[in-house]
């Protein structure tokens, strides 16, 4: 399905993290945006930035709202003109942290089960495609690497980072149980870690945590013995695979992310070569319980479904990304 231009894009989770980068992207497009955030672990300054664009003013609608309360209690917000040509909903409203997801565990699950449910109900009466954010975290602690998207998992089911994995599972088995009842193509795509300009900067995801413990001159926290991996994607990599795979007719799942796996201690090299004239320090700490000792995408159904790979290499990711937090107080 190709969305005209004049069509409204919805984007739950819009002051968020990846949610603003994709509403920015639609924006810049000539799409009309309707985002959806309850400003739980978004940002304002996000919705804000999205409204001072060029194309903002006119064509983005923030509401204030909770996506897993019922879309019939705040839809009414929004310009009803607006709901009559909607291509696709991206379903990105949800912590995604392990600290702010185990803060907020049973949002956690309400997100991205009921609120993934309305999301579909409002889609389908609209014959729109909903696009679902789910997650690496299906893997769990993976016996395979690389994750293929045939890879079942080895997650805990009821240990610390159970409400986030059992979460996306579910969310996943909905999509999959719903186009089967009803005829319709909903998707999902399994997101890799993924970094950039936007993020909170209190979130806690390691990127964000290392450029500014380096920025204020503060130890890096290492959490264990920082030989576990991880693969980082620029958020703009990452758009453009969701933009491809939205326009698609796929289901999914499909892995989208970086396939450059790093060491955490790898990692930290790679922000300390970012502040040559600043030695940093590391302050060692407990290993995350169930954290995954390595993650890794397959990309090959991304490569060949949607003819997408990443092309930012986490040098030059770290330095926008490092730029842009230098703005932020
Ligand atoms: N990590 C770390 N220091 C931090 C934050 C995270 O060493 O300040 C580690 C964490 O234990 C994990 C990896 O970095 O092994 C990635 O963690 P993150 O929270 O970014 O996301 P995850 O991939 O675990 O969801």
Request: aromatic share 10%.
């Amino acid at each position: 399905m190709q969305a005209e231009r004049t069509s409204t894009v919805v984007v739950t989770g819009a002051a968020g993290f990846l949610g603003s980068h994709i509403c920015e992207r639609f924006l810049k497009d000539g799409h009309r945006v309707l985002g959806i955030d309850n400003l739980r672990t978004g940002l304002r300054a996000n919705v804000e930035f999205l409204a001072s664009l060029p194309t903002g003013r006119e064509r983005f609608c923030f509401v204030e709202a909770d996506a897993s309360e019922p879309w019939t209690s705040w839809l009414d917000r929004a310009p009803e003109a607006w709901m009559k040509d909607v291509p696709y909903v991206f379903h990105f409203a949800s912590p995604a942290s392990p600290p702010l997801y185990q803060r907020w565990p049973l949002e956690t699950l309400a997100v991205n089960s009921v609120g993934l449910w309305s999301a579909l109900d409002f889609a389908t009466e609209r014959g729109a495609r909903v696009i679902f954010a789910s997650t690496s975290e299906i893997y769990g602690d993976p016996a395979v690497s690389p994750q293929p998207e045939t890879y079942f998992g080895n997650v805990n089911g009821i240990g610390p980072r159970a409400c986030y994995d059992e979460a996306k599972r579910f969310g996943e088995a909905l999509i999959v149980s719903y186009n089967q009842a009803k005829g319709t193509r909903h998707g999902f795509v399994r997101i890799f870690n993924t970094y950039g300009p936007r993020m909170n900067p209190d979130d806690g995801r390691v990127v964000v945590n290392f450029l500014r413990h380096a920025q204020l001159g503060q130890p890096l926290p290492v959490q264990g013995d920082g030989k576990q991996t991880r693969s980082f994607c620029y958020v703009d990599d990452l758009v453009e695979g969701l933009v491809r795979f939205a326009k698609s007719e796929e289901v999914g799942p499909i892995n989208l992310g970086n396939d450059r796996e790093f060491t955490i201690l790898e990692l930290v090299a790679a922000v300390q070569s970012l502040y040559p004239e600043k030695p940093l320090a590391l302050r060692q700490l407990p290993a995350a319980i169930d954290d995954p000792k390595r993650r890794r995408p397959d990309l090959s159904l991304a490569k060949s479904k949607l003819g997408w790979s990443p092309t930012i290499e986490l040098e030059s990711g770290l330095r926008r990304m490092s730029e842009w937090l230098a703005t932020q107080t």
